[in-house]
């Protein structure tokens, strides 16, 4: 991973939340089973989730990617993960990526960023999607600031 087109220490210290993010990261890569096509999300979720996937493949995890942005496309090859395009004759297993905003009750947005469309597309044309948010801090619905009585581990919203 020396051939990152930007330097990776400063984009480590970008990503908030790091330990929770690796820790979703595992999870993701405890649903993963050899063959299967994965969708990637967006943002600093899917791009801590991406080298865990990457480490994976290389200790023999067969799978491919479809993601939602070219920053995760440059990655996911820069760690030997396949790449496919989304068309229809892709068959995506299921997709992940980090909610955007959260309310305790698993009410969510997601795709509010720039891949937003891509987003939407892959989730869609996903068999399961799983969207990964954290429950351990004040969380945001429907752009409204709510107060979050759950301070638990970071969780799934399915």
């Given at each position: 991973?020396?051939?990152?087109?930007?330097?990776?220490?400063?984009?480590?210290?970008?990503?908030?939340?790091?330990?929770?993010?690796?820790?979703?990261?595992?999870?993701?890569i405890s649903f993963a089973k050899d063959g299967q096509?994965?969708?990637?999300?967006?943002?600093?979720?899917?791009?801590?989730?991406?080298?865990?996937?990457?480490?994976?493949?290389?200790?023999?995890?067969?799978?491919?990617?479809?993601?939602?942005?070219?920053?995760?496309?440059?990655?996911?090859?820069?760690?030997?993960?396949?790449?496919?395009?989304?068309?229809?004759?892709?068959?995506?297993?299921?997709?992940?990526?980090?909610?955007?905003?959260?309310?305790?009750?698993?009410?969510?947005?997601?795709?509010?960023?720039?891949?937003?469309?891509?987003?939407?597309?892959?989730?869609?044309?996903?068999?399961?999607?799983?969207?990964?948010?954290?429950?351990?801090?004040?969380?945001?619905?429907?752009?409204?600031?709510?107060?979050?009585?759950?301070?638990?581990?970071?969780?799934?919203?399915?």
């Amino acid at each position: 991973m020396n051939n990152f087109p930007f330097e990776v220490e400063k984009l480590w210290s970008s990503v908030s939340n790091r330990a929770e993010k690796e820790t979703i990261a595992k999870e993701m890569i405890s649903f993963a089973k050899d063959g299967q096509v994965i969708g990637f999300g967006s943002g600093t979720t899917s791009m801590v989730c991406a080298l865990a996937f990457g480490d994976a493949v290389k200790d023999g995890l067969d799978i491919k990617a479809v993601v939602t942005s070219y920053e995760l496309a440059w990655l996911c090859e820069s760690l030997n993960i396949d790449v496919l395009e989304l068309s229809d004759d892709v068959q995506i297993d299921w997709c992940f990526d980090g909610a955007d905003e959260v309310h305790e009750g698993k009410n969510l947005l997601k795709g509010r960023g720039g891949a937003m469309h891509r987003e939407r597309k892959v989730f869609n044309a996903s068999k399961k999607a799983v969207c990964c948010c954290r429950f351990d801090q004040r969380c945001f619905c429907l752009r409204r600031e709510v107060s979050s009585t759950n301070r638990s581990n970071p969780k799934q919203a399915y």
